[in-house]
């Protein structure tokens, strides 16, 4: 019993606290100052986007450009291309055109040089139509589209070689088939014309078509900065090692770049890798390194499919359908914002909607630095939409139009308009005119997945179906 009360006094005594000696000042300091300067010299994961207004202009010109071509789809669809202006309200409004209510004759006086009103002679009803510039920068189109064919069909093999499988999904490369150059009817123009090149099967398993290529090239298997690269050391006569896997690099104007992010770029570009039309099935992919040079064979992809454009630029949307085919990232907009020297993200042109990815060594000063002419005959609407309308010879009548005026008008062809119309439905809602800024903070936590539907991309497509279905009737 003794015992056990001397044991449990023992436990129960408070115990003496040591005092605890405090650091002197200066080390303090000196501990405080080295933990701040230490900092990786790795490539962060997570970057602030650094706007670049060069290419934000690009395109808010571009949309008014979209705007411009579904107004032009849909007056060369009926069957003089001739449309009412009243006509035109309703489909504007049915369709989804992105105009207000009684607005789309006004959105065309905006644009003289490209659509024309006029004053039906018989029926004294306004009217509208194409100018003669624009459809002449349609058939220069239409014959620099058709005389890139035989480069339309390099791109195809090109982009089936960088494929795992050697294979793509029809549906997606037709959603993209504007950026590669590819007609709309390539399924027929282009594949089953070149059997010697590409194959074009279903799957049992999905159901859906794919396009194979049937024998890989070597000759086609060299990167856009490949060429770059052998091109600058025969130029400038730099260090063959210094530029063996590096890109062109040019940072935004206003990107901070501190003393270790420097140093990590230098290592980055020194990075060796695999090349995008390599076949990687054989490697030990587990360690450290090669999950670093897969990062910058992504990289190398993305590069690649970017030069593989027309105008060097892409929906990043689109890309991401290409994601499991060409072992892209998951989150690929986090991922090209680790690299904003050679890729640049724009969510301009479509309300924010979807974001645009150039490539920026192939820009200069708003413009490519090697045109095409698919890319020359495209500007040229792009000029059109931007000449002033003081330039052009326009009614003053129908500078003041306005759609209550034609309200007899209206009622005389409503009915013919809801017969006609019946079957169609708005889809989507109408886009309004403001142009909403987009911070960094909201773009950074948008990344993109890989499952991404093309409602609002692929309008045009649904446009001209719904109009296909309208004239067959």
């Given at each position: 019993?003794?015992?056990?009360?001397?044991?449990?006094?023992?436990l129960?005594?408070?115990?003496?606290?040591?005092?605890?000696?405090?650091?002197?000042?200066?080390?303090?300091?000196?501990?405080?100052?080295?933990?701040?300067?230490?900092?990786?010299?790795?490539?962060?994961?997570?970057?602030?986007?650094?706007?670049?207004?060069?290419y934000?202009?690009?395109?808010?010109?571009?949309?008014?450009?979209?705007?411009?071509l579904k107004?032009?789809?849909?007056?060369?669809?009926?069957?003089?291309q001739?449309?009412?202006?009243?006509?035109?309200?309703?489909?504007?409004?049915?369709?989804?055109?992105?105009?207000?209510?009684?607005?789309?004759?006004?959105?065309?006086?905006?644009?003289?040089?490209?659509?024309?009103?006029?004053?039906?002679?018989?029926?004294?009803?306004?009217?509208?139509?194409?100018?003669?510039?624009?459809?002449?920068?349609?058939?220069?189109?239409k014959?620099?589209?058709?005389?890139?064919i035989?480069?339309?069909v390099s791109?195809?093999?090109?982009?089936?070689?960088?494929s795992?499988?050697?294979r793509?999904?029809?549906?997606?490369?037709?959603?993209?088939?504007?950026?590669?150059g590819?007609?709309?009817?390539?399924?027929?123009?282009?594949?089953?014309?070149?059997?010697?090149?590409?194959?074009?099967?279903?799957?049992?398993?999905?159901?859906?078509?794919?396009?194979?290529?049937?024998?890989?090239?070597?000759?086609?298997?060299?990167?856009?900065?490949?060429k770059?690269?052998?091109?600058?050391?025969?130029?400038?006569?730099?260090?063959?090692?210094?530029?063996?896997?590096?890109?062109?690099?040019?940072?935004?104007?206003?990107?901070?770049?501190?003393?270790y992010?420097?140093?990590?770029?230098?290592?980055?570009?020194?990075?060796?890798?695999?090349?995008?039309?390599?076949?990687?099935?054989?490697?030990?992919?587990?360690?450290?390194?090669?999950?670093?040079?897969?990062?910058?064979?992504?990289?190398?992809?993305?590069?690649?499919?970017?030069?593989?454009?027309?105008?060097?630029?892409?929906?990043?949307e689109?890309?991401?359908h290409?994601?499991?085919?060409?072992?892209?990232?998951?989150?690929?907009k986090?991922?090209?914002?680790?690299?904003?020297?050679?890729?640049?993200?724009?969510?301009?042109g479509?309300?924010?909607?979807?974001?645009?990815?150039?490539?920026?060594?192939?820009?200069?000063?708003?413009?490519?630095?090697?045109?095409?002419?698919?890319?020359?005959?495209?500007?040229?609407?792009?000029?059109?939409?931007?000449?002033?309308?003081?330039k052009?010879?326009?009614?003053?009548?129908?500078?003041?139009?306005?759609?209550?005026?034609?309200d007899?008008?209206?009622h005389?062809?409503?009915?013919?308009?809801?017969?006609?119309?019946g079957?169609?439905?708005?889809?989507?809602?109408?886009?309004?005119?403001?142009?909403?800024?987009?911070?960094?903070?909201?773009?950074?936590s948008?990344?993109?997945?890989?499952?991404?539907?093309?409602?609002?991309?692929?309008?045009?497509?649904?446009?001209?179906?719904?109009?296909?279905?309208?004239?067959?009737?």
């Amino acid at each position: 019993m003794f015992i056990f009360f001397t044991v449990t006094s023992k436990l129960l005594k408070p115990r003496t606290r040591i005092p605890q000696r405090s650091l002197p000042l200066n080390l303090d300091c000196n501990l405080t100052s080295t933990r701040s300067k230490s900092q990786s010299t790795s490539i962060p994961k997570k970057q602030d986007r650094v706007r670049d207004h060069g290419y934000d202009n690009y395109m808010e010109v571009e949309k008014k450009t979209r705007k411009v071509l579904k107004f032009q789809s849909l007056i060369l669809s009926q069957p003089n291309q001739t449309l009412p202006i009243s006509r035109l309200e309703n489909l504007a409004r049915r369709l989804g055109l992105g105009v207000k209510q009684h607005e789309a004759g006004a959105f065309l006086l905006k644009f003289p040089h490209v659509f024309e009103i006029y004053e039906h002679p018989v029926q004294r009803i306004l009217y509208c139509r194409l100018t003669r510039k624009a459809i002449r920068q349609i058939e220069l189109e239409k014959e620099a589209l058709n005389a890139q064919i035989p480069d339309a069909v390099s791109r195809l093999r090109k982009l089936l070689m960088m494929s795992n499988t050697g294979r793509l999904r029809l549906e997606h490369v037709r959603i993209a088939r504007t950026e590669f150059g590819l007609p709309d009817d390539f399924e027929y123009s282009v594949i089953l014309k070149y059997p010697q090149f590409f194959r074009l099967f279903d799957a049992k398993e999905t159901r859906n078509k794919y396009i194979e290529i049937v024998e890989r090239d070597p000759k086609l298997a060299v990167c856009a900065i490949e060429k770059l690269r052998e091109r600058e050391y025969r130029e400038k006569g730099l260090d063959a090692e210094d530029i063996r896997f590096s890109f062109l690099v040019n940072f935004p104007p206003g990107f901070k770049i501190s003393k270790y992010y420097r140093i990590a770029v230098w290592k980055w570009q020194r990075l060796p890798y695999w090349s995008p039309y390599e076949n990687i099935s054989g490697y030990d992919l587990r360690s450290l390194e090669a999950q670093k040079r897969m990062e910058k064979r992504a990289v190398a992809t993305i590069h690649e499919l970017l030069s593989l454009t027309v105008e060097k630029k892409i929906t990043l949307e689109r890309i991401a359908h290409f994601r499991m085919a060409m072992n892209l990232p998951n989150k690929l907009k986090e991922f090209l914002l680790q690299h904003q020297g050679i890729f640049y993200i724009s969510t301009r042109g479509n309300y924010g909607k979807l974001h645009t990815v150039f490539l920026r060594e192939a820009y200069r000063k708003g413009e490519l630095v090697e045109p095409n002419g698919l890319y020359l005959a495209r500007r040229k609407l792009a000029e059109l939409v931007l000449l002033s309308p003081r330039k052009a010879k326009v009614d003053p009548e129908l500078v003041s139009f306005r759609r209550d005026r034609e309200d007899e008008i209206e009622h005389a062809g409503q009915d013919y308009v809801e017969n006609s119309f019946g079957g169609f439905g708005v889809e989507g809602n109408v886009e309004q005119d403001g142009i909403g800024e987009v911070d960094s903070n909201s773009d950074v936590s948008s990344d993109v997945e890989s499952h991404y539907t093309d409602e609002d991309d692929d309008f045009d497509e649904t446009l001209d179906a719904k109009v296909d279905a309208h004239v067959n009737q």
